[in-house]
């Protein structure tokens, strides 16, 4: 090549995500402007900001009930408690997922039986099958990590077979489906994070959803409900608190009226951002597709994604991809890879927790982070962007 003028670089920040709506400031400061930040603090014939977003969120995830709370991970932990999950019982968990996963299965005092993905970075349902049964593990907890649904009917048919209550992570995967179902409506209950990395932004907050009264009653007692629980959204009958009302501890995660009011307005726009989001995804898979040392996995036709993120393997060395990863953050591409030995930002392997003692060796999983590359996708990026960092990626992976 004769072309000595520099090469483009990528300018924009792949952790910025758009502003909160108008809709959202405008309600939030009206919930400032009242002081009643707290889900309880009604008057009467008053319904707070938080009972009005677990009824829309339920309504929207086609859920008959909804609880909202501090985090994804809380309501993690919550939903395993909710579920009979007991200090000691054993819970089966992807390996491949984000630190708030196994740190709800331990706090909760059960021990983790993870479980090998494979190329595509789906749960290896052969390994769930014979762990499920190796183990006796009577819990599923699974991540739809970095939006890759597996096939739901064989995990719930797995589930059903083997007597296993799921419990769906789907942080990466609000509002995508799986054969026309909705991620968070195969299991026992499910979970979402409103995190700013995930697609509604509170800051923090979570959403745990279930059609079953008494996991419901049980999670809104945790959730610190005491015996307001009437004031809910979108929450069981008063007979479902009966029996559980004494029974589960209150475990302050309550979700308050400011973060609410900003995330009822999200709400309003997700369907829309879903489909901004895909449209960037399918900009970066477009632009990947036949690049040298890059592998862009399909995805699957039964499956409904949000392209929040966009993962691909890069087949080279570790060195390789230390220096690939440098050289796309020197022209403003940021690369998570999952290959590293130690954690670095969000990213973590699990051979990392060490908080569980010695875990048994997962070498497929680690096989496949080996070569695995993560780019965020916020919905800042213009469809342009996508290309040119597309463009840079490739250009990079030609060098190695
Ligand atoms: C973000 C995330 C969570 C938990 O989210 P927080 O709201 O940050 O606690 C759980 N699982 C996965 C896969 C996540 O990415």
Known sequence: ????????????????????????????????????????????????????????YANWQGSRYCLAVTSGGQAIQIALRAVGVRPGDKVLANAYTLAPVPGAIHAVGAEPVFVEIDDDWLTDLDDLRAKAES?????LLLSHMRGHICDMDRVVGICDELGIKLIEDCAHTMGAKWRGTRSGNFGAVSCFSTQTYKHMNSGEGGLLTTDDAEIAARATIMSGSYMLYPRHGASPPAEAFEKVRLENPNCSARL?????????????????????????YQALEAGLADTPNIRVVLRNQAEFYVGS???????????????????????????????AA??????????????????????????????????????????????????????EAAQI
């Open 342 to 395: 130690e954690p670095a930002g969000f990213t973590s392997r699990y051979d990392s927790w060490k908080y569980f003692g010695e875990l048994p060796e997962l070498p497929k999983t680690l096989s496949v982070l080996a070569t695995t590359c993560d780019i965020r996708v916020p919905l800042t990026f213009s469809l342009e962007d996508c290309v040119l960092i597309a463009q840079i990626i490739g250009e």
């Open 135 to 139: 183990s006796g593990a009577k819990y």
């Open 256 to 280: 308050d009226n400011l973060r609410a009011a900003i995330l009822r307005a999200q709400l309003r726009l997700l369907d829309v951002n879903i489909q901004r989001w895909n449209e960037r």
């Open 309 to 339: 993120s966009f993962q691909f393997h890069l087949d080279a060395g570790a060195e390789q991809i230390m220096d690939f990863v440098a050289r796309c953050l020197a022209r403003g591409v940021e690369i998570k890879w999952f290959g």
């Open 1 to 56: 090549m004769n072309d000595h003028s520099p090469k483009p670089n990528f300018q924009k920040s792949f952790t910025q995500q758009e502003a909160i709506p108008d809709e959202g400031i405008r309600q939030a400061v009206e919930v400032l402007g009242t002081g009643k930040l707290h889900r309880y603090n009604t008057g009467e014939g008053e319904t707070s900001e938080v009972a009005l977003l677990e009824a829309e």
